[in-house]
């Protein structure tokens, strides 16, 4: 305080006695760069209270350790998508992610959003797995398992639970994309599910137009199940 003090009293001084404006001037620059680089030494308490408070929300905010990833924040411009009929059905992709974006139903459900490729993927991984299980235990086809036995009613018992069990999350802002530990994260699904649903339709074509018969129809035979 007093260094301010007397720094004003020179450059009133100086003023009266004809000193040049500029080297007033740079007498008080002198002056604020001074008094500021005691404020940034000595922050007070005002500051500590600003500090408190944005790691109090950072606590709280930030997921357990190895769980969750944040989403990348990307730069997704129209540009490439111009002069084509893609554009006029085109969304940025901060709309297309539930975390970010849109969770009504509509939204999460269209073409371009997150739950149709997740919700195919696992009624795929899990439709394919019980074919070929089934295909042992019965010994007919996926086609006969479907239109001859029970696999209709299965599915329609078990396809509502995985798409209740895959939009609940999402419509609490949790992306399909956000898991990252554990056998299950992320990029294992995406690959495995998009695996399950080409074999899934691989095996029915092979089974109806080349085999005329289900491929694992020898095993059944075999242990005469």
Partial sequence: MAV???LSRASC???IAGV?????????NANAAFLGGLRVKTPGLNQERRNLVVFAKQTDDTPLPGTKREPEKKDDPLRIFEGSPVEKFYRPEEERRPEDGNTSTSSLMKFDGPAPETINSRLAMLGITWALVAEILTGQSVWEQVTEGRGLIWFLFVAPIIIGATLIPMYNK???????SGPFNAQNERWNGRAA???????LVTENIYLKGPLLGFIHNSLNL
């Fill in 4 to 6: 301010s003090t007397m």
């Fill in 13 to 15: 001084l100086g003023t």
């Fill in 20 to 28: 040049p404006s500029l080297k007033v001037s740079k007498l008080k």
């Fill in 174 to 180: 949790e992306s399909p994309d956000s898991r990252e």
């Fill in 197 to 203: 649903m080409i074999g899934l339709v691989a095996l």
